[in-house]
């Protein structure tokens, strides 16, 4: 497909669980960035890789988030033993380029619901 | 730290008008702004990307214009249309001018 792809698209989870959110650039995309957006809020950033270098892990709530992006291309998010302040939307991007300029291109999210 | 207001939260409009949405930020030192579309239960569709050389892009219905001085951007849409509902964001880059600042967005709904 021509765009951003992320699976699970929905995930339910219990307090305490593990769970890993997958996402699928644009081919050939560098930059990648991963967003938080809780109900009514726009979106907030988590972190930023550059081919497979983590650049920017500031936005990464708790030690408990950590995120890879190993061979440059897929990326995962994981976060260790949820909690119900978890739940959120998480959005993931990619953009051609390295900095401001280029524009973001969004998935369709995975939308996480922490019971 | 850059902020990013939207007015109004929310719109209601009968179909076929014209319909200004608001967006305000605290740091004038942007290279660019944008503007995003986002459907429920959807990711968000980029509508315009304004340069900070640049006062004005249009794209079809959609005319969005930057006063960088006054930290100040509309979108203006032209015609309004059922379709064009949806929540609509603007974003402005952050600290490390990579990773976008948004506003909570303005809800706008077209009624037929």
């Known amino acids: 497909g021509a765009g951003v792809s992320q699976s699970p698209r929905y995930k339910v989870a219990k307090r305490g669980q593990d769970v890993a959110l997958r996402c699928d650039p644009i081919s050939g995309h560098v930059s990648l960035f991963w967003y938080q957006q809780a109900l009514g809020q726009g979106p907030e950033f988590l972190t930023y890789?550059?081919?497979?270098?983590?650049?920017?892990k500031s936005g990464l709530p708790s030690d408990r988030f950590f995120a890879e992006r190993p061979e440059g291309s897929v990326s995962t998010l994981k976060i260790q033993r949820t909690q119900q302040e978890d739940s959120a939307v998480y959005l993931c991007?990619?953009?051609f380029g390295t900095g401001g300029p280029y524009t973001q291109y969004f998935g369709p999210g995975t939308r996480l619901l922490v019971l | 730290k850059q902020e990013v207001t939207q007015i109004p939260a929310a719109l209601s409009v009968p179909e076929g008008e014209n319909l200004v949405l608001n967006c305000s930020f605290t740091?004038?030192?942007?290279?660019?702004l944008q503007w995003f579309r986002q459907d429920p239960g959807k990711g968000l569709t980029s509508l315009l990307l304004?340069?900070?050389?640049?006062r004005e892009q249009t794209s079809g219905r959609l005319n969005a214009s930057l006063d960088k001085s006054s930290g100040r951007s509309t979108l203006y849409i032209a015609a309004s249309q059922p379709g064009d509902s949806a929540t609509y964001l603007c974003?402005?880059?952050?600290?490390?001018?990579?990773?976008?600042?948004f506003g909570k967005g303005t809800k706008l709904s077209v009624i037929p």
């Open positions: 890789f550059q081919n497979e270098a983590q650049l920017d």
């Open positions: 740091d004038s030192a942007i290279y660019n």
């Open positions: 304004i340069q900070s050389s640049q």
């Open positions: 974003a402005v880059p952050g600290a490390g001018s990579y990773q976008l600042t």
């Open positions: 991007a990619s953009s």
